[in-house]
């Protein structure tokens, strides 16, 4: 048997921390690693239990999520830790900035168990979890911010089929739906997905999205 996903949960709500650790340590292959209730606590703690993925609130005192994951995920880090964001939408304008600085994905909080226990599972594996009910909107919404205005499509190094799935990527779409879209299989949407990853020196789908926004690939 492999060894269960060791889960650091970060949240300053007690009932929904004790919830989210309930949840998690009755699961045979995941078992909960510790818990806070402020960033520079997880930070701190995750240096010390050294868990496969660190559950991340936003809000939280002493030093807030969006912080604590870039201490814990961002560029720079010798030994980066995956972070999943569990957060309250319409509340939070901080989860693009925590997808920039290093995290691996985001829920919301209102998800219920499978999805949250599904998510912990995708990102334990080196893949990143986008919510597609709000990917577009989430990222949409704050991307204008921050896109250089300078930056287009010619700065990219892709072919015009790699641009096609860099932008259904940004939209939220799994593989599977991206392969529907434009009629290829699976298999080969995860080459032109490695392809993508490898071209633009990027980590992961979080990244990819973002890169998309930035360089203006979508609106």
Known sequence: MSAPIRVLVCDDQML????????????PDMEVAGECGDGRTGVDLA??????????????????????????????????????????????????????????GFLLKDAPPDRLLHGIRTVATGAAL???????????????????????????????RELEVLRLIADGLSNSEIAATLVISPETVKTFVS?????????????????????????
Do not use: C, W
């Open 16 to 27: 929904v921390r004790t919830g989210l650790v309930t949840i998690i340590g009755a699961q």
């Open 130 to 160: 986008l919510d597609p009910d709000v990917t577009r909107r989430l990222v949409g919404r704050y991307a204008a911010r921050i896109r250089p205005a300078e930056k287009t499509h010619r700065d990219t190094p892709l072919t015009p």
């Open 195 to 219: 392809r993508i990853l490898t071209k633009l020196q990027l980590r992961d789908r979080v990244q990819a999205v973002v890169y998309a926004y930035r360089h203006g690939l979508v609106t």
């Open 47 to 104: 240096g010390k239990v050294r868990p496969d993925v660190v559950v991340m609130d936003i809000r939280m005192p002493v030093l807030d999520g969006l912080e604590a994951t870039r201490l814990l995920a961002g560029a720079g880090v010798p030994h980066p830790v995956k972070v999943l964001v569990v957060t309250t939408f319409n509340l939070d304008e901080y989860v693009y900035e925590a997808l920039r600085v290093g995290a691996s």
